[in-house]
């Protein structure tokens, strides 16, 4: 297994591959939470073309895509976030492009709980570490109550850097108003 950082996906093949990856591993999540997770294939090609989006490619070794994400320092390359934000909480870190972001994390589900998720993630953090960055992150209420993915990340994390300080920076809930005859669920 190998991971390649590339700054675009050109070739037609790998394009498909790598849409076919994402969709297997995000299409279900969009049951599961509110905001959409899954991005519409157009986006998708548009992330990938991005050069300003690193992508890491995990390819097992027949050659097989079976690993990707996408991180970037260039925060306004990244979709439904605010980059204001980032720059009023960390004035210095964003002036100097210290901060990144990982846009997800996709695995073919029989990669799923593998050693390959794990280089993925700590390769996407070392990044930042080693120059003093931050790193930020999304993850909805069903990954980090049901998954505990903020868990998982955090101690992959401060087995590598066990001064990394770890905080949540923002939260958003989802109301319905029912005014429906049928009883609440």
């Known amino acids: 297994m190998v991971i390649k950082i590339v700054e675009q996906i050109n070739d037609d093949e790998t394009l498909e591959a790598a849409w076919e990856?994402?969709?297997?591993?995000?299409?279900?999540?969009?049951?599961?939470?509110v905001q959409r997770h899954l991005m519409y294939?157009?986006?998708?090609?548009?992330?990938?073309?991005?050069?300003?989006v690193q992508k890491h490619?995990?390819?097992d070794d027949d050659g097989t895509l079976c690993g990707l994400s996408t991180y970037t320092n260039d925060l306004t390359?990244?979709?439904?976030?605010?980059?204001?934000?980032?720059e009023r909480h960390?004035?210095?870190?964003?002036?100097?492009?210290?901060?990144?972001?990982?846009g997800f994390v996709?695995?073919?589900?029989q990669a799923q709980g593998r050693r390959m998720?794990?280089?993925?993630?700590?390769?996407?953090?070392?990044i930042a570490a080693t120059q003093g960055g931050l790193v930020g992150i999304d993850i909805c209420s069903y990954n980090d109550e049901v998954l505990n993915f903020s868990h998982i990340f955090r101690s992959m994390v401060e087995r590598l850097m066990p001064n990394m300080r770890f905080q949540r920076i923002d939260q958003q809930s989802y109301w319905l108003y029912?005014?429906?005859?049928?009883p609440a669920a």
């Not at 029912?178 to 049928?182: A, L, Y």
Request: aromatic share 18%.
């Open 57 to 59: 490619l995990c390819v």
């Open 90 to 102: 960390w004035p210095e870190h964003y002036a100097a492009n210290k901060i990144w972001y990982i």
């Open 178 to 182: 029912d005014f429906s005859d049928e």
């Open 41 to 52: 294939r157009h986006e998708f090609d548009e992330v990938m073309s991005d050069q300003r």
């Open 106 to 109: 996709a695995l073919h589900p």
């Open 117 to 126: 998720f794990r280089q993925m993630v700590e390769q996407l953090y070392i």
């Open 21 to 33: 990856l994402y969709l297997g591993a995000f299409r279900e999540l969009n049951t599961m939470a």
């Open 77 to 86: 390359a990244v979709p439904l976030i605010a980059p204001e934000y980032f």
